[in-house]
């Protein structure tokens, strides 16, 4: 089901949340990702050495955190982490993490450590994360929170 129009602005006006599973031991963990969407899912790249992809291999339930505390703003998000399998499907995310300005000078800055400049091409999965619930707390026109339940 595609994003509403203002929940994929938001989203895409940021790249950073707080991604939450379940460790294969049964404990919860997080851990910050970089995350581009389209207009109907939510993307994510981690290190196969990682604890997130061991988690996910396991088990695909996740929950994304996504906030403007300057705002008073957040998208609480929960859903399914899906590997993506094909080349062209890890392209085609590696390439959209690439171009995203906000994404592109973490990554891509020579004079950083960012990811894409320790991690080689083979050394890491893509993730696509289908929304199945999803809340938003942001302001009302009054100033005051307001919580929105988008998808149940």
Do not use: C
Request: glycine share 4%; proline share 4%; hydrophobic share 40%.
């Amino acid at each position: 089901m595609p994003f509403r129009k203002d929940v994929e602005i938001f989203l895409k006006s940021n790249h950073l949340g707080v991604l939450s599973y379940i460790s294969p031991e049964g404990e919860a963990q997080g851990a910050f990702i970089y995350f581009f969407v389209n207009k109907e899912a939510i993307f994510f790249i981690t290190r196969r050495n990682s604890r997130k992809f061991e988690s996910l291999h396991k088990n695909h339930s996740v929950a994304l955190t996504v906030s403007l505390p300057e705002e008073w703003t957040t998208m609480q998000i929960q859903g399914n982490a899906e590997r993506l399998i094909t080349e062209t499907e890890v392209q085609e995310v590696m390439e959209a993490m690439q171009t995203n300005p906000k994404i592109e000078s973490f990554y891509l800055d020579a004079n950083t450590d960012g990811p894409f400049q320790i991690i080689d091409g083979t050394a890491f999965e893509a993730y696509r994360v289908t929304v199945t619930w999803l809340r938003w707390l942001k302001k009302n026109t009054k100033g005051k929170p307001k919580y929105e339940q988008i998808i149940e």
